[in-house]
């Protein structure tokens, strides 16, 4: 792998920069690997290259149906925080987010963290308990949280209308410092880079179509480019779990439904933070092109065609009005939208499965691109120890048996 | 944005609709009897299939009364909807 620094910059700028060599093999998939990853999302290239890295398990595949962080990976309104209610939350997106401070310099890759600030509106007397609630729950777990005033939510973002006679008028707000967006192509670019360089084969054009289940165990996985052997097999697919684990055998607790974003025309620097309200489902940042990102809530329904109604999208719009004016004559340039895979207590599941040697990593729904280097550091621990490790032990599928769930609707304020 | 035709107010725009999720879940008959697996199977795990889905719709800003429908996950094509109580349309009685 070549090394990114000043001095290959310079380099590569002797010949134009056209002679950068590429970013990561493409290999003919293998007969058999020790352990094979499927999907090549964040989450799965995260897991990939913590199980060549941290434990030392290099013959892995991972393979993709379509173009790597094609998914939700690359659609995604790329907020980054770990301010989430409960203690289990806390621990591993609190993980996740240390692991992202670090992660540029880890991975030799620019993934453009930008700590910027988040703001979690409240716009009526149960926002404000639920989020002074979820200041102090934060605080007590060592994650930074702060309660703001109206007056010091101006302060923090100009633009946005505290009126008091505002349709959504805003009480107060909770503030992450440490929370703010990333690049989302450049994770999973990134972490493909550092696992191929540790001896992973990403396989692209690669679906999954069955599985060779013998007794109960896994022995391989049946592609449209041949079987493949192995004994261990991560599943991570998003939006098509149920899917894959209808082809293994059994049924998860989850739903997939479309999450729309959008992009404004570029405009000067006017937002210099995040800015969520879960009570009308406006999450917006500006990125450093000048597009405002902007994301919705989830269509009702459950879909697997990437894409859902306008009317969602215009709700969305109406209440952004309402709560920054200066926005009211911006057009916006794209829409599109992932397919989420939602769980019943919005949270993810991470572990084993029914079937053994086969695990699932899934659930993240509507706030998992945050969440990539800690579930990928969890995940890999489970996969190569065959146990899960503390951080994802309260999120395993039996959860739905035991009653044991990690509640986070509504508590997180909107799981984006 | 779909167009859903509601059996007792005929089509209309998706927005005066509330989608129920997936239709034809019986509740266990005798909850105190049953076991965890299969109240977690009652209570959370869900078909969720790429084609076509049996799924409840609330006319909630028309008649106010549910129905079911047969839509394609895929396209979000209606292929039919039918009332509370009707079988399934597309498979035989089980
Ligand atoms: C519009 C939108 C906005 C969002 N905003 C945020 C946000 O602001 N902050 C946040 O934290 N999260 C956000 N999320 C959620 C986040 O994007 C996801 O939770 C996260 O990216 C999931 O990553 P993943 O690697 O699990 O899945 P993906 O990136 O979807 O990767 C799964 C991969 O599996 C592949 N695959 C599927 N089936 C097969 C098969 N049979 N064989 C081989 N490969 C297969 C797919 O092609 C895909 O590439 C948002 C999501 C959307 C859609
Ligand atoms: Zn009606």
Same mark, same amino acid.
């Given at each position: ?34 352990? !094979? ?19 030392? #398990? ?111 008028? #805003? ?50 996985? /049946? ?12 599943? /991570? ?5 149920? !899917? ?17 974003? +959008? ?68 057009? +916006? ?6 397919? !989420? ?18 695990? #699932? ?56 | ?60 800003? *028309? ?28 498979? *035989?009685?089980?």
């Amino acid at each position: 792998m070549t090394r990114y620094s000043i001095v290959s910059l310079a380099r590569n700028a002797l010949s134009h920069h056209e002679h950068w060599p590429r970013l990561w093999r493409s290999p003919e998939p293998k007969p058999a690997y020790d352990a !094979v990853i499927i999907g090549a999302g964040g989450h799965g290239l995260a897991t990939a290259y913590y199980l060549a890295k941290n434990h030392g #398990v290099t013959s892995v595949a991972v393979l993709e149906k379509g173009w790597l962080g094609g998914g939700n990976t690359g659609r995604n309104t790329t907020i980054v925080r770990s301010n989430y209610l409960w203690d289990e939350s806390a621990a591993i997106y609190e993980h996740s987010l240390k692991l992202w401070e670090g992660l540029s310099q880890e991975l030799n890759y620019n993934v453009m963290l930008s700590q910027r600030g988040v703001l979690n509106l409240a716009h009526n007397l149960h926002d404000v308990r639920e989020g002074k609630r979820r200041v102090y729950a934060n605080q007590l777990n060592g994650v930074d949280a702060e309660w703001l005033t109206p007056d010091q939510v101006k302060a923090f973002c100009p633009i946005l209308n505290t009126a008091p006679d505002a349709r959504h008028p #805003v009480l107060g707000s909770t503030l992450q410092r440490r929370a703010g967006v990333a690049r989302h192509d450049a994770v999973a670019w990134g972490y493909a880079r550092a696992a191929d360089a540790r001896g992973v084969d990403l396989i692209q054009n690669c679906e999954v179509t069955g599985f060779d289940i013998k007794s109960g165990r896994v022995e391989g996985v /049946v592609t449209t480019r041949g079987t493949i052997k192995t004994s261990k097999i991560g599943c /991570v697919v998003a939006g098509h779990s149920s !899917v894959l684990a209808g082809l293994a055998g059994f049924r998860l607790p989850i739903q997939s439904h479309p999450l729309q974003a +959008m992009v404004s025309e570029p405009i000067k620097p006017v937002l210099d933070c995040v800015v969520m309200s879960a009570a009308v489902h406006v999450y917006v940042s500006q990125s450093d092109k000048g597009e405002l990102v902007l994301g919705a809530g989830i269509d009702g329904y459950n879909s697997y065609a990437q894409r859902g109604s306008f009317h969602v999208i215009e709700a969305q719009m109406g209440a952004l009005k309402e709560l920054f004016p200066i926005f009211s004559r911006l057009k +916006m340039m794209r829409s599109w939208g992932g397919i !989420v895979d939602v769980c019943p207590d919005a949270s993810p599941i991470i572990g084993k499965t029914p079937i053994e040697g086969l695990y #699932v990593n899934c659930g993240w729904g509507t706030g998992g691109f945050k969440a990539i280097p800690g579930s990928g550091f969890a995940f890999a621990h489970t996969i190569a120890k065959n146990e899960p490790h503390a951080l994802n032990a309260p999120f395993s599928l039996d959860r739905f048996v035991s009653g044991a769930l990690v509640d986070e609707h509504g508590a997180a304020a909107v799981a984006h | 944005m779909l167009l859903i035709a509601c059996p007792y107010c005929g089509p209309r725009d998706e927005i005066e609709f509330r989608c129920g999720g997936e239709a034809h879940i019986a509740r266990p008959k005798e909850p105190d009897a049953v076991t965890d697996e299969a109240w977690a199977d009652y209570l959370f795990r869900r078909d969720n299939p790429k084609g076509v889905i049996a799924e409840r719709w609330f006319h909630t800003y *028309g008649c106010r009364r549910w129905f079911n429908v047969l839509r394609d996950t895929r396209t979000h094509a209606i292929l039919k909807v039918y009332r509370m109580g009707a079988p399934r349309p597309d498979r *035989g009685p089980s």
